[in-house]
């Protein structure tokens, strides 16, 4: 009798414990080998047949196709520099150079991958859309209300991501994962 | 207490297990992956375009709403496949996906080096069964070894602009994708 409630007990702890780590970990988006610059960290790795486990699981279950090595790389930012949840109702400011591509896109997205409705349908900006200052740099706004300059709308969500993607550039190719940068910073100022 | 703390560990070996094989079987198991989202809207070894997202509607997630996209989702079974896509003014690229979405090759314009991306796609078998006076040439074609023997072809032409969105799509027109001529 002890022994079956034991063998009960330890099957059905063991059900928790795996399938809750395997819920954890695809929710968390766990991979191994990524590139973190400031706020923004990348996963070039899973463009590729080098592809983890933890990462071919989570884009299984998300349904999307990542970016292809020789194509590009794509950079995630959940929060700004300081570690604030990208709030859809404050405003922020992406400000800075980026590394060196051919061509980059950031693009706003809920948190599900899903864009984020606005009254003026801009989900992102193109390296050749931006509005630079002299010097190269440029600031992006974001945030839920109308701003000069370049503006990307937030919609007033409670949380939205963030998502650079580099086309035809050396990074992430490279073998060296130090001195990737530089990536904009991210930056709160108000809500 | 002995007996309990026997049992505990029973359950976090046995959990752990049952973790690393949850994940592993994930990308066999999954109903919503990439390919099981694009199987209805696109048919078998044909080019599709695919509708731009929008935020009431995206055949998948984190699509880049700068690219115009094209699909050829294919299956090698009844033989090889033929891609050519010209270059776009901005940027093309060409990614190459297994049924589990694992990317397995990827080109970009400047990489192909020509007005026109054109590459062969085929198993491995495929690939060895090859005449040998095809190899010569090969050099002039670009093959590609498909792991599996179906997948997904990705065609992406950005839009710098987003006024330039019909040129990207031009461009996804005069691509194709289809079944290379059976050798006699």
Known sequence: MRLFFGSCFTLVLAAIIGLGATWFTLTRGVAFGSLTVGAWTAWPKSGSVDIDPYARASIARTGEL??????????????????????????????????????????????????????????????????REQNGRFVINVGPRARPGNWLPSGGVEQFILVWRLYDTPIGVAARTTKEGPMPAIERKGC | MVRLALWILGALLLGGIVHLSTVLAMPQTAKQDAYSRLAPLT?????????????????????????????????????????????SQAYTSVTFYTRNSVAYYAINDRAAGRRTIELDLMTPQQHAQLPEEEGVTAADRLIIDSPSATGLIVLRALAPETGMTPTAQATLARAACRAAPQPQ
């Open chain 1, 66 to 131: 990542p970016i292809g090595t020789g194509d590009g790389v794509a950079f995630y930012a959940h929060t700004d520099d300081s570690g604030n949840v990208l709030d859809g109702r404050c405003m922020f400011s992406i400000a800075g150079m980026t590394p060196a591509a051919r061509y980059w896109t950031l693009t706003l997205y809920d948190p599900q991958g899903r864009l984020v409705a606005n009254v003026i349908r801009r989900h992102g900006f193109t390296s050749a859309e931006i509005l």
């Open chain 2, 43 to 87: 048919p078998v070894n044909v080019l599709t375009p695919l509708a731009a997202p929008t935020a009431a509607d995206a055949v998948m997630p984190f699509m880049d709403p700068a690219f115009a996209v094209a699909v050829c989702r294919y299956d090698l079974s009844t033989g090889t496949l033929k891609f050519i896509a010209p270059v």
